[in-house]
């Protein structure tokens, strides 16, 4: 199974008088790219996090948002520091006499002071809080994780139409390349018995010239690669797993292939057709960006 690098995953965890929310939002990146919010006390927990997520995701750009609610009866502390309070008022009223100015400071102006009033939290019971954590995160993973597969599915599906186009492209070319050559043929003997009013002119002169233009047109290579690339790709996409970069890399050579057929076409009809495959591909490469 592929996966896309879209998708979001959320769970809600509660035991007891304590819920954890985790939520988790992916966008297609080039590595992976991990952003987590969280309470401040939890940071304890992050490079255990990091470890874990990587069992589910291999690429893309992550935002995580972690949320603790704890409704037990153990409230948190607000401290208020008077010494600090006094030597911050003591400077003010400095201030204000040294430069003139009127007015006293006021408890808003207090709030602001720092280290005035400080919250503190209470300590987290680490043990009883990281198997919850892991359950939300895993929950939250596994869904993130199922969402990206059924989106996966859908641009496999999609991709795999766009490649047999591809293929039908190809075959067409291939199919053009001998008669080209022929009509080549016939258009030069034409010619050359024209300007030279005779027509018992050597065959073997006439063979020689086709066969110098059939070398300088020649795309047997490239189509023989082209081929190749389809299949591969093809057997990728039924491997499964993380192939966006094997992927983009194939998409790439194939583009390699078509610009050399187009810089050989003498044919408009090739022509055409190396450009509708040109297009194909890139479209093609558009979409695997996607892709895990």
Known sequence: MIRSMTGFGKSEIERGLKR????????????LDVSMKMPKSFNQFEGYLRSLLKNYVERGKLDIF????????????????????????????????????DGEPTIGDMLRCQDVFVMRHNSLNEEELKPLLKEAME??????????????????????????DLSKHVDFIESKGPLIIEEYKNKLTLKVKDMLEDSNIEDSRIAMEVTLFADKI???????????????MKKVFEEGGSIGRKLDFITQEMNREANTI????????????????KTLIEKIREQIQNLE
Request: proline share 0%; charged share 35%.
């Open 139 to 164: 929950e939250a993973l596994k869904m993130l994780v199922n969402a990206r597969s059924i989106e996966g599915e859908n641009l496999k599906e999609d991709l795999l139409s766009k490649v047999n």
């Open 20 to 31: 954890i929310t985790v939520e988790i939002k992916s966008v297609n990146n080039r590595y």
């Open 218 to 232: 020649a795309i047997d290579e490239e189509i023989v690669r082209l081929k190749s690339h389809v299949d591969t």
């Open 262 to 277: 187009l810089s050989k076409s003498t044919d408009i009809d090739i022509t055409n057709v190396g450009i509708e495959l």
């Open 66 to 101: 972690i949320y603790y609610e704890d409704y037990s009866d153990v409230e948190d502390s607000l401290l208020y520091n008077e010494d600090l309070a006094k030597k911050y008022i003591e400077y003010i009223d400095k201030m204000c006499d040294k430069f003139d100015i």
